[in-house]
C-alpha cells in the first residue's frame, strides 16, 4: 500500500525559504516519477514541479523556475522541494504525488487522480 507523507510547511515571511519533504513507502521508490503539486484556497490544484525517477528529466512551472528545485533520494525515498524567495501568492497546501505506473511519463499534463497523493502540508507566506 501506498503511502505518502509531506513535512516542512509552515508560516514564513516574503523572500524566505521552506524546504519540503515527502516521504514514501509501499514499493521501491526509485522506480517511479513524482511531483509537487499545490492548491490555494478557492484555486484549482497546479503542478508545481515533477522529478524522473532517475532525476535526468525535471519540470517546473513558470511560476517557480528558479526559485524552487526538486529532488529526491532513492535511498532514503524521499522527495524534497527546497524552496527560496518565497512570495505571498506561493501560500498553499503543498501535495507531493506519485506516478501509479513504474516508469511512466511525467511532464506536468500526464498526472491525474489515479496516480498516488498525500494528505498535502500548509505553507503560508506572510507580505
Known amino acids: 500500500q501506498v503511502q505518502l507523507v509531506e513535512s516542512g510547511g509552515g508560516l514564513v515571511q516574503a523572500g524566505g525559504s521552506l524546504r519540503l519533504s515527502c516521504a514514501a513507502s509501499?514499493?521501491?521508490?526509485?522506480?517511479?516519477?513524482m511531483a509537487w503539486f499545490r492548491q490555494a484556497p478557492g484555486k484549482e490544484r497546479e503542478f508545481v514541479a515533477a522529478?524522473?525517477?532517475?532525476?535526468?528529466?525535471?519540470y517546473y512551472a513558470d511560476s517557480v523556475k528558479g526559485r524552487f528545485t526538486i529532488s529526491r533520494d532513492n535511498a532514503a525515498s524521499t522527495l524534497y522541494l527546497q524552496m527560496n524567495s518565497l512570495k505571498p501568492e506561493d501560500t498553499a497546501l503543498y501535495y507531493c504525488?506519485?506516478?501509479?505506473?513504474?516508469?511512466?511519463?511525467?511532464?506536468?499534463?500526464?498526472?491525474?487522480?489515479?496516480?498516488?497523493w498525500g494528505q498535502g502540508t500548509q505553507v503560508t507566506v506572510s507580505a
Open positions: 509501499g514499493r521501491t521508490f526509485s522506480r517511479y516519477a
Open positions: 522529478i524522473r525517477w532517475s532525476i535526468e528529466a525535471i
Open positions: 504525488a506519485q506516478k501509479r505506473e513504474a516508469y511512466a511519463l511525467h511532464t506536468p499534463s500526464k498526472w491525474d487522480v489515479n496516480d498516488y
